[in-house]
């Protein structure tokens, strides 16, 4: 699993000092770029560079434990490829080896003209580099 740590910052919480929910699905964003870029060696723009692009189609959050101002979060996400056609990413919010909250989010994948679009050649190849399970 790819992790990345994140100090919580003031601005990202609420008057209790608890992480604002949607801040979960910012943070999905940073660490599905982040294992781009450092497992795939691939990021976002030269992905859309190349004309697959990546809109999220679904998404959810299992809030178990609130994330406080100051704590450092590891953000943890294991990708799966179905069909060649979507991603899914699983993640987990951890503090302290304490899992707080885990989410879900789906990706197709889509053509230049927003057709979806099975993945084959370098990019098929970088995810095969990466690691990435097949789910059936």
């Known amino acids: 699993m790819f992790s990345i740590r994140l100090k919580v910052r003031y601005a990202e919480t609420d008057q209790m000092g608890v992480v604002y929910y949607a801040n979960y699905f910012v943070w999905m964003e940073v660490v599905r770029t982040e294992w781009f870029e450092q497992s795939c060696g691939l990021s976002y723009a030269e992905l859309e560079r ?19 101002y100051p704590e450092e ?24 080896n304490e899992i707080r909250a885990m989410g879900f989010s789906r990706h197709v994948f889509l053509n230049k003209e927003r057709k979806i679009q099975r993945i084959d ?3 098929k190849r970088l995810l095969n580099n990466a690691g990435l399970v097949y789910a059936s």
Do not use: A, W
Not at 51 to 67: D, H, K, M
């Open 50 to 68: 190349q004309g697959l692009f990546l809109p999220v189609i679904e998404t959810s959050c299992n809030y178990r434990q609130p994330i406080y």
């Open 73 to 96: 979060v590891r953000i943890s996400v294991k990708p799966r490829l179905h069909r060649d056609l979507y991603l899914e990413f699983d993640y987990q919010f951890s503090v302290e």
């Open 121 to 123: 050649g370098t990019i």
